[in-house]
């Protein structure tokens, strides 16, 4: 059940990291956004 959840968790995080670049962002702005968002 867990690792369900965990890949789950993982492909969100892949659709996301994916609509940052199709945006224009940089590896380096999505991992800066992802810190904030971990700090909250």
Same mark, same amino acid.
């Given at each position: 059940?867990? $690792?369900? *959840? *965990? #890949?789950?968790? $993982? !492909? &969100? /995080?892949?659709? !996301?990291? @994916? #609509? =940052? *670049?199709?945006? =224009?962002?940089? &590896? @380096?702005?999505? /991992? @800066? /956004?992802? &810190? /904030?968002?971990?700090? =909250?």
């Amino acid at each position: 059940m867990i $690792e369900e *959840r *965990r #890949k789950e968790v $993982e !492909a &969100d /995080l892949e659709m !996301a990291i @994916q #609509k =940052g *670049r199709r945006s =224009g962002m940089s &590896d @380096q702005e999505i /991992l @800066q /956004l992802i &810190d /904030l968002i971990m700090e =909250g």
